[in-house]
């Protein structure tokens, strides 16, 4: 054979030398095109992301009050929080009542109102994108303005609720009643879980409806047996993520109560930003920002945990009941 | 993807990381005003050289009406200095403190800072203020005609760290329409607690049920309060409350009775209408009283649209010697320790304090000037509410003891006394519960203060 054709078999020797070698020379090279491109954003989170959580991770141990530098006092801050700061504990009793009513209600209303619009009627679109505007307009100076008025002791609402013979009370100034008005105004921004919910409602096929629907099933079955089921890892999704934003929710309690009357709306961030910037202790306040994390990772886990319970992933196939 | 397509690209994003991280820091740097001052403005701007050009950054909080008379004066001084730029920062008192102590920890405090007497111990501690003595020794910074008892405040030792701009007193507004309704003048100063508990009684009862009267109920009031009972509200170190427990519930005790009668403003529209001057119940006749700083009268009286009377706030009976009073420095300018134009700063801060134009522009809105020539310059020009400030202080002198120190921590201190209050007004403690919660958030914030 060598004697017929030997530019082939030089030719093929000189091939396979020459393709393994730029085997290795092509991956090295992809991998640095790709770190090229990620560079930006991976420059930003080293430096604005991971860079500053270290920094607060030396800081919790430390006395660091910004003005001048830092001392270690070892684990003084934490324990501190447990044993001798009763405004602490304080701050996570509310921000656990705060999101033990506010996450499901959200939801609860972001399903319900996208289960509305899942038809589709004329002129949906516009009332869709109406209902999604408060959580547009979000955490501002101006909602927050806005709401003080409205529930305040000559607000809207005393007005609304004396043509029904009832006198309302300061909600915003009451000790009783202003987390309450947070709770609404955070319900009241559903518009983010419901677009949403309403995403995964559109995918689940009308045929299952059609079916159920020939079989006899009533609205009611047809929303637990298929909707909800089919439903479930959006729910999940949603309920991981405005969890997580409840525990760390701010701007409502600081623009609008400033976290008082009596620390009634002490969310933990709230009490956080002033033991960091009102009192200049730095250190104490990464502490706690540690333990938020600890206390979310924890929620977090305990949520993925349970959904091998309540979510279907269709991609798996099969009931897990 | 051919080779030098794939390099062009690659090529393309490191530009695009590098233009976006580049365009980011000059963006910042356009940006003045109300924005926190980036550091490299200051520092690209100023350049060595005597007659270079020099920019410096100031920072103050109030009212808008102070900032559109500051920056008069800021222009007015650029123009008599056409080679110093002054760079503004200004904002309300909310959230002022977090941006400076943000500004601290980067080592980038405005030149010219305007400083309160809450938080001047701090700031000295942390070694972040200039002091002055050097200055005033060779007139850099003219203090010829400024009276001890306006300056001392700005002292913490023998080193002087903060110039008063604006001095100051409690005061009790009083309108004397709604007193003589209830057939009360005027309080006449030297009126003691008991006699204000008493007309607090009268009027409420002749006024009728719109009315209410607003209660003193700030860590600066039960001040006055212990220093006519002979006591200070620290200890000497500043590392523990320094009274007895008892002149604290005894204190809140007065103002729950009053409470509990349903004679004092509710808690909830006190706590509502905190740092919200225009709304007071004075202004809306829901009130024929409101204790407030005496620079404040100014805006007060423009809020309620008619004259109001000023007056001292009780004092105890037969105080003797032991003052209530003390005239506060209502703020300070100070200058920042690491600036790089030390002189030019102090040198505006000269011209703050001495310059009849500037203090014409100013109006006396900040507090009394310290400076005899400015004030003797200034009264014929003021208006009623103008000249009812100047006279009031007049009277306060008279009754005014020394400046007492406010160490490290009083931000916290006066934080946790309002709660404590808060708590009485909302009935949620008794005074002597409220007297140990606050001892205790207190004596913790205050301990901090030992080594």
């Known amino acids: 054979m060598d004697r017929v054709y030997p530019e082939i078999q030089t030719n093929l020797q000189e091939n396979a030398g020459v393709r393994r070698s730029s085997f290795l020379q092509r991956s090295r090279r992809e991998a640095w095109v790709a770190f090229s491109f990620i560079s930006p954003w991976?420059?930003?989170?080293?430096?604005?992301?991971?860079?500053?959580?270290?920094?607060?991770?030396?800081?919790?141990f430390t006395d660091y009050d910004m003005l001048s530098a830092p001392h270690w006092v070892g684990l003084q801050n934490y324990i501190r929080m447990f044993t001798d700061d009763p405004r602490y504990l304080t701050a996570l009793k509310v921000t656990f009542k705060f999101v033990l009513f506010s996450v499901p209600l959200k939801l609860a209303f972001a399903l319900f109102v996208a289960l509305i619009f899942n038809r589709n009627h004329r002129g949906v679109g516009l009332y869709r994108t109406v209902y999604y505007l408060p959580s547009i307009i979000g955490g501002s100076v101006a909602v927050a303005?806005?709401?003080?008025?409205?529930?305040?002791?000559?607000?809207?609402?005393?007005?609304?609720?004396?043509?029904?013979?009832?006198?309302?009370?300061?909600?915003?100034?009451?000790?009783?009643?202003?987390?309450?008005?947070?709770?609404?105004?955070?319900?009241?921004?559903?518009?983010?879980?419901?677009?949403?919910?309403?995403?995964?409602?559109?995918?689940?096929?009308?045929?299952?409806?059609?079916a159920a629907a020939v079989d006899g099933a009533t609205r009611f079955t047809r929303f637990f047996r298929i909707t909800l089921p089919l439903l479930s890892p959006v729910i999940f999704f949603n309920l991981i993520m405005q969890m997580v934003d409840g525990f760390k929710a701010f701007t409502q309690s600081f623009l609008v109560t400033q976290g008082g009357p009596l620390d009634s709306t002490l969310f933990y961030a709230v009490y956080l930003y002033e033991k960091a910037f009102s009192h200049f202790e730095m250190g104490y306040a990464s502490a706690m920002a540690w333990i938020l994390l600890v206390i979310i990772g924890l929620f977090t886990a305990l949520i993925f945990k349970s959904s091998s319970f309540w979510v279907y992933y269709e991609s798996e196939g099969g009931d897990k009941s | 993807m051919g080779k030098t397509m794939k390099m062009f690209s690659v090529a393309a994003a490191?530009?695009?990381?590098?233009?976006?991280?580049?365009?980011?820091?000059?963006?910042?740097?356009?940006?003045?005003?109300?924005?926190?001052?980036?550091?490299?403005?200051?520092?690209?701007?100023?350049?060595?050289?005597?007659?270079?050009?020099?920019?410096l950054h100031f920072s103050w909080w109030g009212s808008q009406d102070r900032h559109d008379r500051t920056l008069k004066v800021i222009e007015l001084f650029e123009k008599q200095n056409p080679n110093i730029t002054i760079k503004p920062e200004f904002g309300g008192w909310d959230g002022y403190w977090d941006k400076r102590a943000t500004q601290a920890a980067g080592g980038n405090l405005p030149d010219i800072i305007q400083m309160d007497k809450k938080y001047l111990a701090e700031y000295?501690?942390?070694?972040?203020?200039?002091?002055?003595?050097?200055?005033?020794?060779?007139?850099?910074?003219?203090?010829?005609?400024?009276?001890?008892?306006?300056?001392?405040?700005?002292?913490?030792?023998?080193?002087?760290?903060?110039?008063?701009?604006?001095?100051?007193?409690?005061?009790?507004?009083?309108?004397?329409?709604?007193?003589?309704?209830?057939?009360?003048?005027?309080?006449?100063?030297?009126?003691?607690?008991?006699?204000?508990?008493?007309?607090?009684?009268?009027?409420?009862?002749?006024?009728?049920?719109?009315?209410t009267i607003q209660g003193?109920?700030?860590?600066?009031?039960?001040?006055?309060?212990?220093?006519?009972?002979?006591?200070?509200?620290?200890?000497?170190?500043?590392?523990?409350?320094?009274f007895d427990k008892?002149?604290?519930?005894?204190?809140?005790?007065?103002?729950?009775?009053?409470?509990?009668?349903?004679?004092?403003?509710?808690?909830?529209?006190?706590?509502?209408?905190?740092?919200?001057?225009?709304?007071?119940?004075?202004?809306?006749?829901?009130?024929?009283?409101?204790?407030?700083?005496?620079?404040?009268?100014?805006?007060l009286e423009k809020a309620a649209g008619r004259p109001l009377a000023m007056t001292l706030i009780p004092i105890v009976k037969n105080e003797g010697n032991n003052k209530s009073y003390y005239i506060k420095p209502g703020q300070f300018l100070s200058v920042s320790a690491n600036s790089k134009h030390k002189d030019a700063a102090v040198k505006f801060v000269d011209f703050f304090t001495n310059s009849l134009e500037a203090n014409e522009i100013l109006n006396a809105e900040r507090g009394i000037p310290i400076s005899k020539k400015v004030r003797d310059h200034l009264y014929p020009k003021?208006?009623?509410?103008?000249?009812?400030?100047?006279?009031?202080?007049?009277?306060?002198?008279?009754?005014?003891?020394?400046?007492?120190?406010?160490?490290?921590?009083?931000?916290?201190?006066?934080?946790?006394?309002?709660?404590?209050?808060?708590a009485l007004g909302y009935g949620k403690l008794t005074p002597e519960q409220a007297a140990d919660q606050f001892f205790k958030e207190a004596n913790q914030t205050l301990a901090k203060n030992k080594g």
């Open chain 2, 124 to 211: 000295t501690k942390k070694n972040l203020l200039l002091d002055f003595n050097p200055y005033v020794k060779n007139k850099t910074l003219d203090l010829s005609d400024v009276d001890k008892a306006y300056i001392s405040g700005g002292y913490v030792g023998d080193k002087l760290y903060a110039i008063n701009i604006g001095a100051n007193a409690l005061a009790e507004i009083v309108d004397p329409e709604m007193y003589k309704k209830a057939d009360l003048d005027v309080p006449k100063p030297g009126y003691t607690w008991e006699d204000f508990v008493q007309q607090a009684k009268t009027l409420k009862e002749k006024l009728g049920s719109g009315v």
């Open chain 2, 14 to 55: 490191l530009a695009v990381s590098m233009g976006s991280l580049l365009g980011c820091g000059s963006t910042n740097n356009a940006q003045s005003g109300a924005d926190t001052a980036s550091s490299d403005s200051g520092k690209a701007a100023s350049s060595g050289g005597s007659n270079e050009k020099i920019e």
């Open chain 2, 246 to 299: 008892k002149y604290l519930v005894d204190f809140m005790t007065m103002w729950d009775q009053l409470y509990k009668a349903k004679i004092l403003t509710p808690i909830a529209d006190v706590v509502s209408l905190r740092d919200h001057l225009e709304n007071l119940p004075i202004v809306h006749q829901k009130a024929p009283n409101q204790p407030l700083w005496s620079n404040q009268i100014v805006a």
């Open chain 2, 382 to 422: 003021l208006d009623a509410a103008g000249k009812k400030m100047f006279d009031f202080i007049e009277t306060a002198m008279k009754y005014s003891g020394d400046v007492p120190p406010s160490p490290p921590g009083e931000g916290p201190v006066a934080d946790a006394f309002q709660r404590a209050m808060d």
């Open chain 1, 145 to 210: 303005v806005m709401w003080r008025q409205l529930f305040g002791g000559d607000g809207a609402v005393n007005h609304i609720l004396q043509w029904f013979g009832l006198t309302g009370t300061n909600w915003i100034a009451s000790v009783s009643y202003s987390l309450w008005t947070l709770v609404l105004l955070v319900v009241w921004q559903f518009g983010s879980p419901m677009l949403i919910f309403l995403a995964g409602l559109k995918q689940i096929p009308s045929e299952m409806y059609e």
């Open chain 2, 216 to 242: 003193m109920l700030d860590k600066d009031y039960f001040e006055y309060y212990l220093r006519g009972h002979g006591q200070t509200f620290y200890n000497k170190e500043g590392t523990a409350l320094g």
């Open chain 1, 42 to 60: 991976l420059v930003g989170f080293l430096l604005f992301i991971i860079g500053p959580m270290l920094a607060s991770l030396y800081f919790s």
